[in-house]
């Protein structure tokens, strides 16, 4: 029998008594569905999926899409990114680091992805978690002064201005990034598609600045967002383990990878992509 428990308080729903290599009858995968939507992310633990069965289970909640990092794909597979520390013949297989700040997965794109589900398939004994953030409850618990001031405003997503203190120990943006990681507005306030509730949209590594607002406005405004909205009471810690199968929500929950001593340990996971449900 299929079970839904909360993972936080506000944030979360861990799915118990579930199979995803198996059928799912359409009423229980419904139910399921819901508490996605309704607490940003689902947790399913000791599942062992091919890459084929990981694609076929991440398009029961949407278009299975593909959107960076090609040269990382899993075999035959372009659906399904890997995340890895392991080596083969001296080469990475995966991307080593990813996302060790505060993100909307393709907050930068003009119709970033619905979702992501990540599949762990070795993790480190120590370090590794990965923490979510539940931007419906930080959008609403937002004074209602602050309230007034954002909603209906959009906010400048900007990847080369925000790089240099995101990836310190990286080069400075390539001509060629330049031209492509083009600034894009986003709203501050997203209403979601599916639910039309609202959520915060502007917390993260990457908004640079409030359009058509002062500089000297905008940024102790966004700053303050971006802290107010990854307080304690919004977020879920998740310490991983072998077959765990988180699904968050991108337009509803940020995220943030933590470290862990890639010397000692590894860390192999794979991360498929969707866009919104049809």
Not at 56 to 68: C, I, K, L, N
Not at 133 to 145: I, K, Y
Not at 218 to 247: K, M
Request: zero cysteines.
């Amino acid at each position: 029998m299929v079970e839904l428990v909360p993972l936080a308080e506000r944030i979360g729903t861990e799915v118990r008594g579930i199979d995803v290599t198996r059928p799912i009858p359409d009423a229980v995968f419904e139910r399921i569905y819901k508490a996605w939507l309704d607490s940003t992310i689902l947790l399913i633990r000791e599942q062992e999926m091919t890459p084929d069965q990981h694609v076929d289970f991440t398009r029961r909640f949407g278009e299975v899409v593909s959107y960076t990092r090609r040269e990382f794909a899993e075999g035959g597979r372009p659906e399904i990114l890997v995340l890895s520390n392991r080596t083969e013949e001296g080469r990475p297989v995966g991307s080593p680091v990813s996302g060790r700040v505060w993100h909307t997965d393709g907050h930068y794109l003009p119709a970033p992805p619905a979702g992501s589900m990540l599949h762990a398939i070795e993790v480190p004994p120590e370090g590794g978690d990965t923490l979510f953030a539940n931007m419906f409850a930080a959008w609403e618990d937002l004074p209602a002064r602050v309230k007034e001031r954002i909603e209906g405003r959009e906010v400048v997503i900007s990847r080369v201005r925000s790089r240099p203190y995101n990836y310190p120990d990286r080069p400075p943006p390539t001509e060629a990034q330049r031209a492509e990681w083009r600034d894009q507005p986003q709203p501050m306030v997203l209403a979601h598609p599916e639910t039309g509730r609202k959520a915060l949209y502007v917390g993260g590594s990457v908004p640079w600045h409030v359009v058509g607002m002062d500089e000297a406005e905008s940024a102790p405004l966004v700053t303050f967002l971006q802290e107010f909205s990854v307080l304690p009471r919004f977020t879920y810690r998740h310490r991983w383990r072998a077959g765990d199968i988180i699904l968050w929500d991108n337009r509803s929950a940020m995220h943030r990878a933590t470290p862990y001593d890639m010397d000692r340990y590894h860390r192999h996971m794979h991360r498929t992509t969707l866009a919104a449900r049809h």
